[in-house]
């Protein structure tokens, strides 16, 4: 789980940082995205009630996937129901997907 918050939290931290054009702005801009995606995922969740909207919102926020593919591995945290998968493939996808950007804007970059 260790791997997962890291990888979650570095891909998206490195990938905003490479957009910015200096470091204080791209540390608030970090700040920025993690914030305004928790609070997203969190008005999801209590809008969400008891239906599938509440276990699907904790998709959106890098503080809230690692917890729910913890929970879809080992049966803890915060209740995925039958949507632990998908928390897998987004994590999955999540981190390809930055990682991809990222090589996409140094390779640009250096030409």
Do not use: N
């Not at 008891?50 to 904790?58: L, V």
């Amino acid at each position: 789980m260790s791997a997962a918050y890291a990888l979650i939290f570095s891909s998206l931290s490195v990938l905003i940082a490479s957009v910015a054009s200096r470091r204080a702005f791209a540390a608030g801009a970090i700040v920025v995205v993690f914030m305004v995606s928790s609070g997203v995922a969190g008005l999801l969740i209590a809008l969400g009630g008891e239906g599938p909207m509440s276990r699907i919102a904790p998709l959106f926020s890098p503080f809230l996937l690692p917890e729910g593919l913890r929970s879809w591995l080992y049966g803890t945290s915060i209740d995925v129901g039958a949507y632990g998968p998908l928390y897998g493939l987004a994590t999955l996808l999540l981190v390809a997907g930055c990682t991809g950007l990222l090589v996409l804007r140094y390779r640009k970059v250096s030409l």
